[in-house]
């Protein structure tokens, strides 16, 4: 059933976990969908505009100054009207104009300004560097030569900003880290199609993935089916069970076929990854036995998944095959 991103996860939240988090290649092949439907579903990466939209927030899609890595304790914030904005998807840095700030994309060549002092208010002196370089190649050179580019934490220091800038354009020490997982899950794995996250008209916040696994940031709002996962305790399961049947269990046939039985009934509780077998194969079947007990062995298909499995605690509904794209997304230091 289609519904919003933010529906989708209070669904998840209620019947599974939470909206799936990506992990890695691996858990992204997981992700299965009904061979009819081709077209966008819900995962659990968003940016929420609550966290960075005029705001100077803790959560880890939130401004941060470079010098501390985190927001300033002053909360202290001067954007120009209707910025910031994450236009075109890649807008993770800041600069000011006018005494004003404006979130830009980071591989622009802007002259900058440089403090050297204590990131607490009123212990800085700033520098204004002429020469136009991205805001990493920004960072590094204030880095080396001064404490970090300029951190502004109230009225006075961006003031003082706005007087040594003037009518330039300059970074300041401000970026972010946009997207996040509903579960707060940390990972950098990304499957991100072509040009995206672009953020068309400055209204997509929530990701879906295609057909073919690849990323797209969407409008909230927009109704989709959506990727649930589910968080599993513990490794091997044995269950002991009673069996009821008019059927004839001696059949040796009967007995192989419980476990995809079982299995099957599992993917309809959303678990997947699971493998079911006999701890002890009934050889032979059990002979006249209404109501056989033999033990029954739950356990994922190798190794390598089990790992995965202790890493993400989620199980996934479906399988699939698909193709594999990636996007390197640019990471602060
Ligand atoms: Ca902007
Ligand atoms: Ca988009």
């Known amino acids: 059933m289609p519904k919003t991103w933010g529906d989708a996860q209070q669904y998840c939240r209620e019947h599974y976990t939470d909206l799936v988090t990506v992990w890695s290649e691996e858990v992204m092949l997981q992700l299965t969908r009904p061979s009819t439907f081709t077209g966008n579903a819900w995962i659990g ?93 920004a960072q590094s050179y204030c880095r080396e030569l001064h404490t970090d580019l300029a951190m502004i934490e109230d009225e006075t220091e961006n003031a003082a900003m706005a007087s040594i800038v003037g009518l330039s354009i300059a970074w300041i020490g401000l970026y972010r880290e946009p997207w996040r997982w509903s579960d707060g899950s940390d990972t950098n794995f990304t499957n991100w199609m072509p040009d995206q996250p672009n953020n068309l008209q400055t209204i997509q916040h929530c990701v879906t993935e295609a057909d073919d696994h690849g990323w797209n940031d969407l409008d909230c709002s927009m109704m989709y089916p959506f990727h649930c996962h589910r968080a599993v305790d513990g490794k091997i399961q044995i269950m002991s069970m009673k069996l009821q049947s008019e059927a004839d269990l001696s059949q040796p046939d009967l007995w192989s076929q419980l476990p995809e039985k079982i299995k099957e009934e599992l993917l309809r509780m959303g678990i997947s990854d699971l493998k079911v077998r006999w701890k002890n194969p009934p050889k032979g079947g059990a ?47």
Request: hydrophobic letters at 25%; proline letters at 4%; charged letters at 35%.
């Open 45 to 137: 990466l968003f940016d929420d505009p609550a966290s960075w939209k005029g705001v100077m927030g803790n959560d880890s899609n939130s401004w941060r100054w470079s010098a501390t890595g985190n927001t300033s304790t002053s909360q202290y914030q001067n954007w120009a009207a209707a910025e910031p904005t994450y236009t075109t998807g890649s807008e993770e840095c800041v600069r000011m104009s006018a005494g004003r700030w404006v979130d830009f994309s980071c591989a622009t060549a802007h002259s900058f300004v440089c403090f050297t002092g204590l990131p607490e208010p009123g212990f800085k002196n700033y520098t204004f560097v002429l020469t136009k370089m991205s805001w990493d190649d």
């Open 287 to 333: 002979k006249g036995a209404s109501g056989a007990e033999a033990p029954l062995k739950i356990r994922r298909k190798n190794e390598r998944e089990e790992e995965e499995r202790e890493k993400n605690k989620t199980s996934y509904r479906q399988d699939r095959e698909g193709k594999v794209r990636k996007k390197e997304r640019k990471k602060e230091e």
